[in-house]
């Protein structure tokens, strides 16, 4: 039996007992289907939170939400720079839970490789309206629909490609520096009740980013001073610190999870 095959029986033959009490608390996580954004779902489910997640794929959101289980999780099907669809996942979570405690904005795009200086400016267009437009979008309807009123907080998920140069996907790494400056300021305007922070995770075992690491991940890891690449429960447990009380007195800040591969970067 393949370690995918156990976890789902054992997802299967999990009982309603088992799950951890409701903490009261609702997330809702953008492009959340798979990969990262199923990292954190699964990782804030696990410790009691109901979660609302999105993504385009409306199939692989019922499955994630069967995977999650129906009593604690809803799925939104959308296009993350659709400004209707923005509302609508907000309204539906609202109408779902009565609160949206925790925003995490996943949903993401990278659709070239190459260098700058042939970058087509309509991609471009569209990198940012996915990756940093949409994110504020999001922020500015759960501020609105509850946070300002009762708090919470926003994890916005960047990129080490946004503080760093990043050879041939430039464009994806300028939307992430921008994800970076935007947390500072929505962590400035919503101080004190929200919180806002970001993780830039290095590169992580996603379908997202297979590119960079199909048929030579050992090869890729190896360059990693922890040995490894990184895997969406990385990525999960950072969101669930970020979004805990233990992380009462952060904001503003950019959280690095790079299995330790930005040390490289100094003057050798």
Same mark, same amino acid.
């Given at each position: 039996?393949?370690?995918?095959?156990?976890?789902?029986?054992?997802?299967?033959?999990?009982?309603?007992?088992?799950?951890?009490?409701?903490?009261?608390?609702?997330?809702?996580?953008?492009?959340?289907?798979?990969?990262?954004?199923?990292?954190?779902?699964?990782?804030?489910?696990?410790?009691?939170?109901?979660?609302?997640?999105?993504?385009?794929?409306?199939?692989?959101?019922?499955?994630?939400?069967?995977?999650?289980?129906?009593?604690?999780?809803?799925?939104?099907?959308?296009?993350?720079?659709?400004?209707?669809?923005?509302?609508?996942?907000?309204?539906?979570?609202?109408?779902?839970?009565?609160?949206?405690?925790?925003?995490?904005?996943?949903?993401?795009?990278?659709?070239?490789?190459?260098?700058? &200086?042939?970058?087509?400016?309509? *991609?471009? +267009?569209?990198?940012?309206?996915?990756?940093? =437009?949409?994110?504020?979008? %999001? @922020? #500015?309807?759960?501020?609105?629909?509850?946070?300002?009123?009762?708090?919470?907080?926003?994890?916005?998920?960047?990129?080490?490609?946004?503080?760093?140069?990043?050879?041939?996907?430039?464009?994806?790494?300028?939307?992430?520096?921008?994800?970076?400056?935007?947390?500072?300021?929505? &962590?400035?305007?919503?101080?004190? *009740?929200? +919180?806002?922070?970001?993780?830039?995770?290095? =590169?992580?075992?996603?379908? %997202? @980013? #297979?590119?960079?690491?199909?048929?030579?991940?050992?090869?890729?890891?190896?360059?990693?001073?922890?040995?490894?690449?990184?895997?969406?429960?990385?990525?999960?447990?950072?969101?669930?610190?970020?979004?805990?009380?233990?992380?009462?007195?952060?904001?503003?800040?950019?959280?690095?999870?790079?299995?330790?591969?930005?040390?490289?970067?100094?003057?050798?």
């Amino acid at each position: 039996m393949t370690q995918q095959t156990q976890d789902e029986q054992a997802q299967a033959d999990r009982t309603p007992g088992d799950r951890p009490q409701d903490s009261g608390k609702v997330a809702l996580i953008t492009g959340a289907s798979r990969g990262i954004g199923y990292g954190v779902a699964e990782a804030l489910v696990a410790r009691g939170d109901r979660v609302c997640i999105t993504g385009r794929n409306e199939d692989a959101l019922k499955e994630a939400v069967e995977r999650l289980g129906a009593d604690r999780a809803i799925g939104v099907a959308g296009k993350a720079h659709d400004e209707a669809h923005q509302a609508i996942a907000v309204e539906r979570a609202m109408e779902a839970f009565g609160r949206i405690d925790f925003l995490v904005n996943n949903a993401g795009t990278n659709p070239v490789f190459g260098p700058m &200086a042939d970058l087509d400016l309509n *991609v471009a +267009r569209k990198v940012f309206e996915t990756n940093v =437009v949409s994110a504020l979008g %999001f @922020a #500015q309807l759960t501020w609105k629909f509850w946070q300002k009123a009762n708090g919470g907080a926003i994890v916005n998920i960047a990129s080490l490609a946004g503080i760093s140069a990043s050879p041939f996907i430039g464009a994806y790494g300028m939307s992430k520096a921008a994800m970076v400056n935007l947390t500072l300021q929505l &962590a400035h305007e919503f101080a004190p *009740v929200v +919180r806002v922070n970001a993780i830039a995770p290095a =590169v992580v075992k996603t379908r %997202f @980013a #297979q590119a960079l690491y199909e048929g030579r991940e050992a090869e890729a890891a190896a360059s990693y001073p922890l040995g490894r690449l990184g895997v969406p429960e990385d990525i999960g447990g950072a969101a669930a610190f970020l979004t805990s009380d233990q992380s009462d007195w952060i904001t503003g800040q950019t959280l690095v999870v790079d299995g330790g591969i930005f040390l490289n970067a100094g003057v050798s």
